[in-house]
């Protein structure tokens, strides 16, 4: 599978989640009209109002009704459930009764059933309560308990093994996985370090992990009545807190569940953002003829406009009003000014940077002793990839506020400077076709211009020389450096021209000393002086020994 069509499906993966999620966003919103009833965690059916009681009130009644008589009931004696007609006005109105005494709990009304359908209703409901009953009776026997005991203690096993064996796998396939790919690939500067993989793959098992747990002791607690109850009334109150409206925003209130909507529908929106940036620069802009520059503006003010639409759209779609985010604008109108000055600054500066445009990615530049290619340029900060291949982040007013040396802005043809001294005495002329024949055949040197040659003066050890050269890549200009002080050095042995080394001379000179000086330290002085000379004196002598050539034996043979 190709990588376009691999990031298409993502596209439209998130796509179809996006507007999956805006459908069902009237769904949650609309309130439940019907409460269901509950015996031991189960669903019997629902209740809907009737009348000046709510289903609410219903449900509650006959759920804790039901719960008493399973209490009440003994041995496997099945809880007798009886329908009944009473009339009332000249109507008839089913009424379903429990237990040997035939206690009342429910009345079917016109409001549970269609007209005409009010028995058959009723009808349907007393068996649901009946089967409701004999199951809960049978649930507390101890029968249901040496079946299901068993059950239990399988699935806190199985538990067990999945959690040994994401442990096993881990340890035998996944990390020396890491590890062989981390020793054979070529490391990518953009790609994560090993350490930051390992605890990804960690975290990624352990949530596994806990989910899987989780998913054992949810079934385990739904084998018996009285854990099944509870998991039931932890899961309708986390259900509860999720939909109920506490988050007032305007004229509207929001639920927990709705931000957690918004905030997956705006995430998702990041990411198609970024998916649509990356094609529109690989598929659609590489085609126009746009240099690299120009492509990431273009992808770079796309890219945000387009969140900005798609984030006003889901926020109208969510049931937002754009308006009553007025306030909200002011407040963080006078955070902007106050406490988010930095940010604000940063962000004017991006822009400047984009629509000015003084350094553009794929420029190379000098900031302040770094100097690196620009490899991208947003609204905050902008990555410089420097000779090291290490990426820099640097703020945007960084190139505002101090000097930017751009090598490659509106030509990237560069001049370098070469220094080079040479002793005393030489043939100046020799020197300067010696400078000019060392960058000639070089590949990185333009031969046009021409290479140039400056005597820049005369230095205290040295006659003073600069080698001027043009280059198109701003990037080798250290390699080309070396590469000519090489080739000069060679040539410069070759046709014995001596580079010299610095040198100071010391002349000492004998004089009267103050007389308002003591005794001692004139003594001192004296003896230092004489010891001095004498060194000075041995050392020359040394010297004319060594320069002058030995004498040939006279004798012959």
């Not at 932890?234 to 509860?240: A, E, P």
């Amino acid at each position: 599978m190709s990588s376009s069509l691999r990031r298409f499906l993502k596209i439209a993966l998130v796509s179809l989640i996006l507007f999956s999620s805006l459908s069902l966003i009237p769904t949650l919103a609309q309130e439940i009209s019907k409460t269901p009833i509950l015996l031991d965690g189960r669903e019997v059916f629902e209740l809907g109002d009737s009348g000046e009681y709510s289903g609410i009130d219903r449900a509650a009644a006959v759920s804790e009704m039901l719960k008493e008589a399973v209490a009440e009931a003994s041995g496997e004696i099945p809880v007798t459930v009886t329908l009944r007609e009473l009339e009332t006005s000249g109507n008839s109105i089913p009424i379903i009764e429990i237990g040997e005494d035939q206690r009342y709990l429910l009345s079917v009304t016109s409001s549970d059933a269609p007209e005409g359908r009010i028995m058959q209703q009723a009808q349907d409901w007393a068996a649901k309560i009946e089967d409701a009953l004999e199951r809960a009776q049978y649930e507390r026997s101890s029968t249901y308990l040496l079946r299901t005991t068993p059950v239990s203690l399988l699935l806190i096993l199985i538990a067990c093994g999945v959690t040994w064996g994401l442990g096993w796998a881990w340890e035998h396939w996944l990390e020396p996985y890491l590890i062989e790919n981390e020793l054979e690939l070529p490391k990518q500067v953009d790609s994560p370090t090993t350490l930051s993989t390992e605890i990804g793959a960690q975290v990624i098992i352990n949530a596994l992990r806990l989910v899987f747990w989780l998913f054992i002791l949810l079934n385990i607690s739904r084998l018996y009545p009285q854990t099944r109850q509870l998991s039931r009334s932890l899961t309708d109150s986390l259900f509860t807190t999720l939909i109920a409206k506490l988050i007032p925003l305007g004229e509207n209130s929001y639920s927990v569940l709705d931000l957690f909507i918004l905030i997956a529908l705006l995430v998702g929106l990041i990411f198609v953002s970024r998916s649509v940036r990356k094609i529109l620069r690989s598929r659609i802009l590489r085609f126009t003829g746009l240099n690299r520059a120009a492509q990431d503006t273009v992808a770079v003010i796309f890219n945000y406009t387009f969140v900005f639409i798609g984030t006003l759209v889901i926020l109208q779609l969510w049931g937002l009003d754009i308006s009553s985010l007025t306030v909200f604008a002011g407040v963080l109108g006078v955070g902007i000014g106050l406490g988010m000055q930095d940010i604000a600054k940063e962000f004017i500066s991006g822009l400047v940077l984009i629509f000015e445009r003084p350094i553009q990615v794929g420029d190379f530049v000098d900031v302040g002793g770094l100097m690196g290619t620009v490899e991208r340029i947003s609204v905050r900060s902008t990555e410089i990839r420097t000779l090291d291949q290490v990426s820099i982040i640097l703020p945007n007013s960084r190139f505002l506020e101090s000097e930017v040396i751009n090598w490659s802005h509106h030509s990237s043809i560069s001049r370098l400077r070469i220094p080079v001294g040479v002793a005393y005495g030489s043939d100046t002329q020799l020197v300067k076709k010696t400078l000019i024949d060392a960058t000639e055949e070089y590949p990185d040197v333009l031969s046009r211009p021409a290479p140039q040659v400056f005597f820049i003066g005369f230095g205290d050890s040295s006659l003073d020389f600069n080698l001027l050269v043009w280059i198109t890549e701003p990037r080798k200009q250290f390699q080309i450096k070396s590469d000519l002080f090489f080739r000069v050095e060679a040539l410069l042995n070759e046709r014995n021209i001596e580079i010299p080394f610095p040198q100071q001379d010391l002349h000492i000179r004998s004089g009267n000393v103050s007389s308002d000086m003591s005794p001692d330290l004139v003594k001192s002085l004296a003896t230092l002086s004489n010891s001095l000379a004498t060194w000075l004196d041995h050392q020359q002598s040394q010297g004319n020994q060594q320069k002058s050539p030995p004498q040939e034996d006279s004798k012959t043979e």
